[in-house]
């Protein structure tokens, strides 16, 4: 079955130091998404990417934050210059766009384990 | 406002016994609800979505019933297992929020051996 894979599992990094999270989606999957999950917490939205364009963002997704699909395989979460509060687990998710169903799942990755120092 | 909400952090059950795990949702124009399990370590894992226009859908094991009456969804897990233990999210989608799904707080089921 095929599935989203997030690299680096763990990233530990320097507050103030710029993070690339990376992701594969799943390779016919036209809407991307990123998530994150402070420990503990439920799962937040934090953007969506659709037609080379991000097409919603939260109120975490400040101006630290970019996504970007580099090729046609990838898709990235950067944070500029991270902050201590931005320790937690970011999920990458993928879905189909809707067919004749209207609505279709998400799939997660495992996620990365981000640590700011 | 967004908000999805789970009345019980956390379950503990007999293996063998039926689980149900209960979600209230606020938004009554959500038409669209997914079921994910989170084990420890890993991504939240699709089980079981339902539309609006549904009221109950059965996969394995597993059942979502659906009361937009009083917006409440719940599932139910038939003869749980040790590997059911995990953190279970119910998420609400609408096109009110856009482009995403908008998850709740999550309840921990614990099966005991």
């Known amino acids: 079955e095929p599935e989203v894979t997030q690299t680096p599992s763990h990233q530990v990094t320097q507050m103030g130091q710029e993070v690339i999270l990376r992701c594969v989606p799943i390779s016919n999957h036209l809407y991307f998404y990123w998530y994150r999950q402070i420990l503990g917490q439920k799962v937040e939205f934090l953007v969506s990417?659709?037609?080379?364009?991000?097409?919603?963002k939260s109120e975490i997704f400040d101006d630290q934050f970019s996504v970007e699909r580099p090729d046609g395989s990838n898709f990235t979460l950067k944070i500029r210059s991270t902050k201590l509060e931005d320790s937690a687990m970011y999920f990458c998710?993928?879905?189909?766009?809707?067919?004749?169903?209207?609505?279709?799942?998400?799939?997660f990755g495992n996620g990365t384990r981000l640590t700011v120092t | 406002g967004e908000s999805v909400g789970l009345h019980l952090p956390t379950l503990s059950v007999q293996e063998g016994d039926n689980s149900i795990i209960n979600c209230a949702y606020s938004n009554s124009a959500s038409d669209y609800f997914i079921w994910y399990k989170q084990e420890s370590g890993k991504g939240p894992q699709f089980i079981i979505d339902i539309r609006s226009n549904m009221d109950k859908r059965q996969g394995q094991r597993v059942t979502v019933l659906l009361n937009k009456t009083v917006k409440h969804l719940s599932l139910q897990i038939a003869a749980t297992q040790p590997g059911d233990s995990a953190v279970y999210f119910c998420a609400e989608y609408s096109m009110e929020y856009g482009n995403k799904l908008v998850f709740g707080a999550g309840t921990i089921l614990r099966v005991k051996s």
């Open positions: 990417f659709y037609n080379n364009e991000i097409s919603e």
């Open positions: 998710a993928s879905r189909l766009p809707p067919g004749q169903s209207l609505y279709s799942p998400l799939h």
